[in-house]
């Protein structure tokens, strides 16, 4: 082992840690001959879309991983989120945080329904039920709750609020899969639950989604809906989409689901050694997870709070020098984002906070336990330097790099 002599930060004109970025969600795509032969095997069956062997197959391993009667596989997680919107006949206004990714808001209003922004709880960062019910008016159809990060919503009361004003209970899932709740795997809460396997998700079929559902009902219609609104019995029975996720994609999931295992417990070890090196480091706090649920770690969340010396931006900029391509997921919170911000909106006091304070790391298969280090190694230097990093971010405003777009 080589003793590294302490980096000069980039920001402040040292050379970059990582002249090739290190970005936040590289697709994790395993051993890529396993790929090809799961590609080839969908090639050699001639059949490539229309509910497949494969996508039969994806969605029965799905039901069962999750502990949920029924998964039907489609084409996004956005297109998940619709599908089952319809299939519970939501209208009217859909009470969701404004703390999460556009798509929760978009996916709703897509179809016509009027998100209303609620305010998220200020450790877990998940919608606060006890905010919903002032946003409930006899236009409120249904509450959206997204567990971000992967971080269980109040799923028990969010069930109350929702009982007490007949509304239908529908979950963002996108950053759970293969996280648990009160010991049951997410997917099996509320009316429905919907997963994204977008490329920079957890478990990925590159471009894919699904609707999870005790509900047989709601199964059945999200079936339907996903394929111009053929039935069980080949019949059109009314309006429907193409929503189907293609043989390909469905293979390309069945093999990685059995990798599934060693990214989580890859992100864990990583999410423990920020959280180890990040410890008492005064300004910043690294969100934990529950110990005794299981939790994919997709996602290391750290946040700066009021004795930090730099702002989230500060150090973000300092990090960006250093090619450490941390994002501040979600700034802002949809309620400013077009065509959202025009509107009158509650107070959401937790969100614009948290919206300014939190910045993710860095993780998945493709970032090492060194790079986790050298990240914070980052993080430490700019914090005990804050008064330069300041002047040297001033200094560069607006020539600071800005984050790109998803990076897949
Ligand atoms: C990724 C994501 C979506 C959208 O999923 P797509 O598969 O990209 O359509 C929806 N909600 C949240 C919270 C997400 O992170």
Known sequence: MTEERPRRLAI?????????PLVVGRPALGDRRALLRAIDRALGRRWLSNSGPAVRALEGRLASHLGVAHVVAVSSGTQALQLAARALDLSGEVILPSFTYVASAHALAWLGLRPVFCDVLPRAHTIDPARVGPLVTARTSAILGVHLWGTPC??????????????????????????????????AFGNAETFSFHATKHFTTVEGGAVATDDGDVAARVRAFRRFG?????QVSGPGTNATMSEICAEIGLAGLGRLGIIESGNRRRHQLY??????????????????????????????????????????????????AARDYFAPGCHRLPPYRGRRHAALPVTERLSQTVLCLPTGPAVGLHEVRTVCDIIRSALGQADAVRLAVRARAGGTPSTTARGS
Request: hydrophobic residues 45%; positive net charge.
């Open 230 to 234: 053929i039935d069980g019995r080949g």
């Open 154 to 187: 109040d799923t028990r009361g969010l069930e109350r609020v929702a009982a007490r004003h007949s509304l239908r209970l529908l979950f963002d899932a996108a950053h759970a899969f293969g996280c648990s709740h009160q010991g049951r795997m997410i997917g």
């Open 275 to 324: 959280a180890t090196r990040l410890a008492g480091l005064r300004g910043v706090r690294v969100l934990a997870f529950q110990e005794n649920e299981r939790q994919n770690c997709q996602f290391a969340v750290l946040e700066t709070t009021q004795k930090a010396a730099l702002t989230r931006d500060e150090l973000l900029a300092a990090l960006m020098a250093d090619g450490v």
């Open 12 to 20: 402040l004109g040292g050379r970059p840690a990582f002249p090739e």
